[in-house]
């Protein structure tokens, strides 16, 4: 039913987001330190977590070979 093409797919996205909760995990803050920041400081701390976890998703995607113009067709 799925060949070989969604195999790969799929490995590719698995690990791409097993690297991207790693470093999630890595850069996040601590729970008391988080509470304890004003609202301007953990929103500028939450766009920089975000923003690291969607370059290292887009990351590992690209060195694992996968091609994002074919996303878009």
């Not at 694992?64 to 113009?69: A, C, E, H, N, R």
């Amino acid at each position: 039913m799925f060949n070989r093409g969604w195999q790969r797919f799929g490995l590719q996205v698995f690990l791409a987001n097993g690297a991207m909760c790693g470093v999630l995990v890595l850069i996040s803050p601590d729970q008391v330190a988080w509470l304890v920041m004003p609202f301007w400081e953990r929103l500028g701390v939450m766009l920089l977590i975000c923003a690291g976890g969607a370059a290292t998703y887009a990351a590992v995607l690209q060195f694992l070979g996968f091609k994002f113009k074919q996303m878009v067709r």
